[in-house]
């Protein structure tokens, strides 16, 4: 058996397994099933029915009036770099962009980028549970605020924004309205129709669904212009052939996810809360980020003072288990949590921190056996810490 296979996966928010009925599912169209949904003839038609009925089914997931709001896309990057330069295209007399500060950097670097090409950019800044500050924004909204970005969970704490109140403020002043919900999807209950948003991104690969397909939710009457020209795919909203066979993958998992989303919330409840408590049980100076805010179910992001989450990331995996520091997107390059020194976390805690993320197939045991690893692990690194570090107890 491969070392693989022994490994303790909590990591769920970084990707997760393609589950079996979702490879089952998608299969088909890696081989007799090819087909190009834009030909005419019949393996076309097939491939345009199977595309239409994953439509469907991505739509019900989201809460979507219609079917055809939904365009499919690469993932989550894409559907974020297209809700907003679309805003802009639909709106260019409106050249102000509020963006919140914990975004995933899918957001954060589009609105750099948009930064450089004569717009304004603003980032509405975060309380000390990582929510939105409302005055805040308010205060930054204007009558040429062309969209506001804020996700609805955070990738790293899981903590929950307040989207409706945020959706009206932007509305208010007849801003769009975008939210990343690659966190929330599978995770809370979406309904989007009923919400004051406009644009919606998802992406399929952190809900048990293949990596490289996604969508973008347009709302029906929302302004927005498609940013890539080429061929007429999705309503002229998003050129290039389909990644078929992902669609067909997303759409199962989507369907499943849904289903399920009661009885894993309840479960993954309790097996997030057996693992903070454990945690705090066994060792003095553990932080848990976001505790107080609604959080969803399986993101548990904590501090341990004292030691760097990047040793202890790195022992974890000597053990098999497998956590994160923050966002999979910026693991690698040195920077502390933006979305932590957002919430005005001290940057030394900033960097004394792990991310543990549930998923489906996370057991009660792992998680005993993850904190009883992270316990030795904390305390090795703090007998070797040189005198004079503290280990502050919260
Ligand atoms: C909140 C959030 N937005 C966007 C993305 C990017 O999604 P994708 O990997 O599908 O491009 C991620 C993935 O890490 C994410 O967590």
Not at 13 to 41: C, D, I, K, Q, W
Not at 132 to 148: F, K, Q, S, Y
């Amino acid at each position: 058996m491969s070392q693989l296979h022994l490994v303790i996966y909590l990591d769920c928010n970084a990707t997760t397994r393609p589950r079996p009925e979702v490879v089952e599912a998608l299969l088909p169209y890696l081989g007799e099933r090819f087909g190009n949904a834009s030909s005419v003839h019949r393996r076309g038609q097939a491939a345009k029915a199977a595309l239409e009925t994953a439509r469907e089914s991505v739509g019900r997931s989201l809460g979507a009036e219609h079917a055809r709001e939904v365009v499919f896309t690469s993932g989550g990057t894409e559907g974020d770099y297209l809700a907003l330069r679309g805003a802009l295209r639909a709106r260019p007399e409106r050249r102000h962009v509020i963006v919140s500060a914990i975004e995933h950097e899918a957001v954060l670097n589009t609105a750099r980028a948009l930064a450089t090409e004569g717009c304004e950019v603003d980032l509405a800044p975060v309380d000390a549970h990582g929510v939105v500050r409302l005055d805040a924004l308010e205060r930054l909204l204007r009558p040429d605020t062309c969209i506001v970005s804020v996700m609805w969970a955070n990738n790293e704490t899981g903590v929950v924004q307040p989207l409706e109140r945020i959706g009206a403020l932007a509305h208010a002043v007849g801003a769009i309205f975008h939210s990343d919900a690659v966190q929330a999807l599978g995770k809370l209950p979406l309904r989007v129709a009923a919400l004051p948003l406009d644009l919606l991104s998802v992406s399929a690969h952190k809900i048990e669904g293949p990596q490289g397909v996604g969508a973008l939710w347009i709302r029906t009457a929302a302004p927005w212009l498609a940013p890539l020209q080429g061929g007429g795919q999705e309503r002229g909203r998003r050129p290039g052939t389909h990644h078929l066979a992902g669609i067909v993958g997303f759409a199962r998992a989507c369907d499943l996810a849904t289903a399920e989303l009661a009885e894993k919330t309840a479960r993954w409840t309790e097996l997030r809360d057996r693992l903070e408590r454990g945690l705090l049980r066994s060792l003095p100076g553990v932080t848990v980020h976001g505790a107080l805010a609604e959080r969803v179910a399986n993101t548990s992001f904590v501090s341990f003072s004292g030691v760097d989450g990047e040793a202890v990331l790195m022992l974890l995996d000597e053990y098999g288990v497998c956590v994160s520091t923050g966002s999979a997107c910026t693991a690698g390059d040195d920077a502390p949590s933006h979305v932590l020194l957002a919430a005005g976390v001290p940057e030394a805690l900033a960097r004394a921190s792990v991310r543990y993320s549930i998923g489906r197939e996370t057991t009660a045991e792992q998680i005993d056996e993850t904190i009883e690893r992270t316990a030795e692990i904390v305390e090795h690194l703090r007998a070797l810490a040189p005198p004079g570090l503290e280990v502050l107890t919260p």
